[in-house]
């Protein structure tokens, strides 16, 4: 897998990452891996509402769930005037193996007894494809976020632009003509159930 250089050394991109960094000791999100071509990350929360899934799992308000992350720093190298063919079929190879990985993990450590899905709030450029591809990993989005009221507006002007600085830090290319507005904010949904049924088979798992 391509990966994003390291020799990027302009100063606010060293304090991007070195914020990313302490945010996700902060927060608890961790590798469930050794495998290096995995390009997921977990972390754990608590349900906010109550939600139904399309496979029938319920999630309750206050159980816990998982939350996926994407693991920046090993995202394939997106070229510096935006997405290509080789580059998305790459993309796809990556997701689809790092999937297969979660599904072993979920299936194999009692840290995740008890967690029946996966959700939280994405902030990322929700084109029509990118909504196609989502549901054929067997992710669920909705417009509805986890959070509402009158800071709704700051939280999602505040996330679309950490989520840009992410990118430029880390993948310059990905951010190639966009600013933070281009970026939406979804709730994402992957049910344990799902995850095993499309990803527990596949060649990260025999």
Known sequence: MRQVEGGQRHPIRVLVRAFDRRQRQRLGIREFTTDEQCILRIGEARAVRDIVLSDGT?????????????????????????????????????????????????????????????????????????????????????????????????????MRIWTWLLRWAFNPGSVYGKGPGAFGRRSIWLSVRRLIELHGQTESSE
């Open 58 to 158: 319920s999630v309750r308000r206050g159980d816990r769930i998982g939350v996926l992350h994407l693991r920046n720093e090993r995202m394939p190298v997106m070229p510096e005037k935006g997405p290509d063919v080789a580059w998305a079929r790459e993309l796809g190879r990556s997701l689809k193996y790092s999937f297969g990985l979660l599904a072993e993990y979920v299936m194999t450590d009692p840290l995740m007894d008890g967690i029946d899905a996966f959700g939280g709030d994405l902030t990322f450029v929700y084109s029509s494809g990118t909504l196609r591809y989502l549901g054929r990993l067997g992710i669920e989005t909705s417009d509805e976020l986890s959070t509402s009221g009158l800071a709704a507006p700051f939280v999602g002007a505040a």
